[in-house]
Nanobody
Framework: QVQLVESGGGLVQPGGSLRLSCAAS????????MGWYRQAPGKERELVAA???????RYADSVKGRFTISRDNARNTVYLQMNSLKPEDTAAYYC????????????????WGQGTQVTVSS
């Protein structure tokens, strides 16, 4: 079983910063791509940023230049540094990981965290 535990959400004023963390635990042989998604009320869940095991990154156009994704492979943890936050960044943020559950059978599965709320408001 694999668990993703997120932390770091909260209330911040426009222009402020937050750092989200997501740690994976359980039985697995490795982690492929890790990412952050968000979902605002009444909207579909969207990709915010993703990072491969080789540290290649991609970002949604709306966050480029403001958000930075990184990972610590030794700690099985992915981070999202969010700067210059805007009210439209308000959403529940979800961690996602494509986990290699068995290297011998080459089996990978997708897992989601429980979500952490980010609210940007004055």
């Amino acid at each position: 079983q694999v668990q993703l535990v997120e932390s770091g959400g909260g209330l911040v004023q426009p222009g402020g910063s937050l750092r989200l963390s997501c740690a994976a635990s359980g039985n697995f042989d490795g982690i492929n791509t890790m990412g952050w998604y968000r979902q605002a009320p009444g909207k579909e869940r969207e990709l915010v940023a993703a990072i491969t095991s080789g540290s290649s990154t991609r970002y949604a156009d709306s966050v480029k230049g403001r958000f930075t994704i990184s990972r610590d492979n030794a700690r099985n943890t992915v981070y999202l540094q969010m700067n210059s936050l805007k009210p439209e960044d308000t959403a529940a943020y979800y961690c996602n990981a494509n986990v290699l559950v068995s290297i011998s059978t080459r089996t990978s599965r997708n897992y989601w965290g429980q979500g952490t709320q980010v609210t940007v408001s004055s």
